[in-house]
């Protein structure tokens, strides 16, 4: 029984079979395909500049100009990396994701308004 006594049993979504429709496994299937290798990569890289920072002091103190290191460098390389990712992500989203998306819920609100 619902909670919110204008939203009848009938006009409720099944999110269950949503969940397992082939439509939504696929969207899935591409945001992970997408998030996962990235994810990875950059743990990766994180825990390869922490590695470097804690066993490597000389590699990481050389001067590359004036008083900036190869470890400021580096450093300053993770932020840079998370901009990038989050910005390929973004991009990816609106590309590939969010048109897929709409259809599926212009789909259900399609369905919905017919039961």
């Not at 909670?3 to 979504?13: F, G, H």
């Not at 001067?63 to 991009?91: E, H, K, P």
């Amino acid at each position: 029984m619902s909670d919110n006594p204008q939203v009848s049993q009938d006009t409720r979504i099944d999110y269950i079979a949503v969940q397992e429709s082939e439509d939504f496994r696929s969207l899935r299937g591409k945001q992970r395909s997408f998030i996962f290798p990235l994810a990875a990569a950059f743990l990766l890289w994180y825990f390869a500049y922490v590695l470097l920072g804690a066993f490597a002091h000389d590699f990481m103190a050389q001067r590359v100009w004036g008083d900036i290191t190869v470890g400021l460098l580096l450093g300053l390389g993770q932020f840079v990396t998370t901009f990038v990712i989050t910005m390929a992500y973004v991009s990816f989203a609106n590309r590939r994701l969010d048109p897929k998306a709409e259809a599926l819920r212009e789909q259900l609100e399609k369905e919905q308004a017919q039961a």
